[in-house]
C-alpha cells in the first residue's frame, strides 16, 4: 500500500514540527503510510521582501494573500497540467464547508492531498474559483491563519489509514463513525472514591453490553447533539431505544445522564 501523500502550502511550515513529530501522525510517517511535505509559500516570490500579501482593492481592514505566490506553489507541487494524476487541492478557510467525519472518511480514500493554509484577512478569489477543489472549516470561528485546521484534518485523515492506529474496531465504534455519539467507557478499578462501574460491563454477558452500549450511544447523542439523529443510520431496535429514552425523559426532554 502506497503512503497517502499531504503536502502543505504555509507561511510558517516550522508550527507542524511539533505535532506531526507525536502521536499517531508520527507512526504514521515512520511506517511510511503517511507521507507529509511542508512548503514555504514565501519560496514562491520574487521580490527582495518576499511579499505574500497586498492591501484589498475596494479598501477595508486587513492584508489579503496575492494570487501570484499561491499559483506558483500549487503549480510546482502539484504541476501545471491539471489533466494528469494530481492531488485534491483544499483550500482551509472559515468560508468552506464544515469539516465532518463523513468528510474525513472520504478524503483518508484520496492518494494526494495538497492544503493551503490562508492567512491574513483573506485571499486572492482567483485562487478559489481557479485553483481550488474544495474548502474546509474546523468551526464557526476565526483563527489566525490554515495551519491549526491542516493540522486537525492531517490527524483525522491519519488515522483512518489502515495500520496506522492497529485496532480496526477501535475506529468503527468511536464517536461520529456511525453518526452517533460514543457511548460510556470505564476501565479498572471497578471502584473509585465511590463511583462504580454499570454492573453490565462487568457481567461477562456480551448481548447486555452491546445493547446497553447502543443505548446509552442513542442517550448521549439525543441529550447532547439531538440533529445527529436526523441523519444517522438508525436500525428498528435504535428506534424502539430512542422512543424508551424518550418516555423516561422528565416532560418529554432528552435525558441529561447516561441510563444505568
Known sequence: MSALRVDII???????????????????????????????????????HRTVDDYPYGGGAGMVLKPEPVFEAVEAVAGPDRSAERPRIILLTPQGQRLTQETVVRLAAEKWLLLVCGHYEGIDERVRSALVDEEVSIGDFILTGGELPAMVLVDAVSRLIPGVLGEEESVREESFAEGLLEYPQFTRPPEFRGLTVPEVLISGHHEKVRLWRRRESLCRTLSRRPELLATADLTDEDRRLLEELRREAPGGEPPEKESR
Open 10 to 48: 504555509t507561511l510558517f511550515p516550522a508550527m507542524f514540527t511539533g505535532p506531526f513529530n507525536e502521536s499517531m501522525t508520527k507512526r504514521a510517517i515512520d511506517r511510511d503510510l503517511l507521507d507529509i511535505r511542508l512548503h514555504d509559500l514565501r519560496d514562491y516570490t520574487h521580490d527582495r
